[in-house]
């Protein structure tokens, strides 16, 4: 399966530029350095809006393997969870509901344990886009449709993790088995989350004939 592992990094300072030394008799008089300890304060205010803002627009996708396809063993779900707040261990990816909150969550393409959304987890599904059955597979269309519908989803607050939304979508060998599905997951980089991150997953269905296509939270 080719899985795009990158995350978003800290990115360092770029190379400076050579300038060549001045002749020693043309050296101008040392000005006050306020302009630079100016130029270090802006640079920080900026990296720091863009630590808070890029977890929440940022998008790692994933296409999934060549085997998605394929039906897997239906897991069941408990309607009535203990105290746990386990509700079904390695659901495999496909059988995710919008709304699912994850634990044991290490990837997009990997099993995990879905519990109620009150208990500590890693990820929810925010939202999910289901292709028409009968269209062909969208090439290079596939990549910023999926972005497009799962930015369009809006968070709520997510207390002290960073957030960044994974997408996993077909690609033409999982297309040609059927597979139509675009996940949206909210993933914690850092620290958990608890409680829902949204009020209604975002959810588009135009899979099978006469479908209205929007539902939920999202009409992208």
């Known amino acids: 399966m080719d899985t795009n592992e990158d995350r978003p990094r800290e990115q360092g300072s770029g190379p400076v530029p050579y300038l060549p030394p001045r002749p020693s008799g043309d050296v101008p008089p040392r000005r006050p350095r306020r ?3 100016v130029a270090i304060g ?3 205010v900026l990296a720091l809006a863009v ?3 890029w977890p929440l627009v940022s998008a790692q996708l994933a296409p999934r ?5 394929t039906p897997q063993p239906s897991v069941s779900r408990n ?8 509700i079904a261990r390695d659901v495999p990816p496909g059988q995710f509901q919008p709304g699912d909150c994850l634990t044991d969550f290490t990837a997009v393409q990997e099993p995990a344990t879905v519990v109620e959304c009150s208990r500590e987890h890693e990820a929810e599904l ?5 292709w ?3 269209d062909q597979f969208p090439g290079d269309q596939m990549r910023p449709k999926a972005e497009e519908f799962c930015g369009s989803i809006q968070l709520g607050q997510t207390g002290d993790a960073q957030v ?3 997408i996993s979508h077909p690609t033409e060998g999982t297309w040609a088995t059927g597979d139509r599905r675009v996940d949206c997951l909210a993933v914690a980089h850092d620290g958990m989350l608890t409680g829902s991150l949204v009020d209604e997953p975002a959810f588009q269905d135009w899979s099978t004939p006469g479908a209205s296509g929007a539902s939920g939270s999202s009409g992208s």
Request: glycine residues 18%.
């Open 35 to 37: 302009g630079w300890w």
């Open 65 to 69: 393997a060549g085997d998605a396809g």
């Open 126 to 130: 925010v939202g999910r886009k289901l």
């Open 42 to 44: 802006v640079v920080v």
């Open 79 to 86: 309607a009535d969870p203990g105290l746990d707040g386990i």
């Open 132 to 134: 028409p059955s009968a």
């Open 164 to 166: 960044v939304i994974e």
């Open 51 to 53: 630590f808070v803002v």
